[in-house]
């Protein structure tokens, strides 16, 4: 009976929760969660076992793609920021998208994130690289225990909706579902498509594992390289960068000292030449009418506060 108890409660984010509210310490690391962490990356491993084919390789680009537009359209530019505006039903669905990416729910992503621009680079930024250094930044923050905390106060006009809260507090069931779907489809595809050289055990290494962790660092990277190296266009309070390997990386995400320079653009390439592929994605969202309103930076405010030689900084 225990056992079914723990297990129940790895996937209720409500019994941490209030097990870590009390936590001062943002470093005690919690390591039952870590241990999953390492695995799945352990688990990329047995790509020498499971093999190659091209289905399985298409597979892993589609959802490494789909789940960082997720991460960086709806996460971030939409739940963090409110960037532009779209329906109830919409709101769900990317929320149920978004929570795929293994990077908790919307409530707790959005929370911490506007922690972040409330406090960018000093001591009380959970992931400044600066602050508390770069591996730290890059995958050291979540996996503690005060961080899986959700400040509510942050998201109080997300905590309304409780389809929200519900796929906040059981975002593992997100990623969860996905893993088994795509050994099924594998399994399947084994048995009536052979030719396609494919199993359940290929797709989810593939599909998942590899698509996952590479998804993880890319993402990563924002917190802890765009905020070391690159070009520094704007006056900021931190030390945001703009790094154009990262925004390739990103869809977008890697312009990110303009982002702290206007948060509320859903475009954070400020001009042409800035590839922003999470903006463009959100453009032809907007045509479809799934999505609407969406902010962009007026000019005044996008040739405001720049730094006159705008050289190259390196740390």
């Keep these: 009976m225990k056992f079914f108890k723990r297990f129940f409660n790895f996937f209720d984010n409500s019994f941490l929760e209030k097990k870590y509210a009390s936590l001062y310490s943002n ?3 919690d390591w039952i969660r870590v241990v999953p962490f390492i695995l799945l990356h352990v688990s990329c491993l047995f790509v020498f076992v499971v093999g190659f084919s091209s289905f399985a390789l298409v597979l892993t680009f589609i959802l490494f793609a789909t789940r960082m537009f997720a991460i960086t359209g709806f996460y971030h530019r939409y739940f963090s920021h409110k960037t532009y505006r779209t329906s109830r039903v919409a709101q769900c669905v990317f929320a149920i998208i978004g929570a795929t990416a293994v990077q908790r729910g919307p409530l707790w992503w959005a929370a911490h994130h506007r922690g972040h621009h409330m406090h960018s680079d000093t001591s009380n930024d959970k992931h400044s690289p600066n602050m508390h250094g770069f591996f730290w930044s890059h995958m050291g923050w979540f996996l503690s225990k005060a961080n899986f905390v ?7 006009e997300l ?15 997100m990623p969860a579902t996905l893993l088994f779907s795509l050994f099924f489809l594998g399994q399947w595809m084994d048995q009536y498509y052979p030719e396609f050289h494919t199993n359940g055990y290929q797709l989810v290494i593939w599909g998942f594992s590899i698509s996952t962790v590479i998804l993880y660092h890319a993402t990563f990277l924002v917190n802890s390289v765009a905020h070391q190296w690159g070009k520094k266009r704007y006056h900021t309070k931190d030390a945001s960068r703009n790094n154009f390997i990262v925004a390739l990386i990103t869809f977008g995400e890697g312009w990110h000292n303009n982002h702290h320079h206007f948060p509320g653009s859903a475009r954070q390439g400020f001009y042409w030449w800035e590839i922003d592929l999470t903006y463009y994605g959100l453009k032809v969202l907007s045509m479809l009418g799934i999505i609407w309103d969406i902010r962009t930076v ?3 405010i996008r040739e405001s506060k720049k730094i006159a030689s705008q050289i190259q900084i390196y740390k």
Excluded: C, G, W, Y
Aim: hydrophobic share 45%; glycine share 0%; no cysteine.
């Design 298 to 300: 007026s000019p005044a």
């Design 159 to 173: 905590i309304k909706f409780p389809e929200l809260r519900i796929i906040d507090r059981f975002d593992l069931l």
């Design 27 to 29: 470093k005690e690391i």
């Design 150 to 156: 959700t400040n509510t106060h942050f998201v109080r």
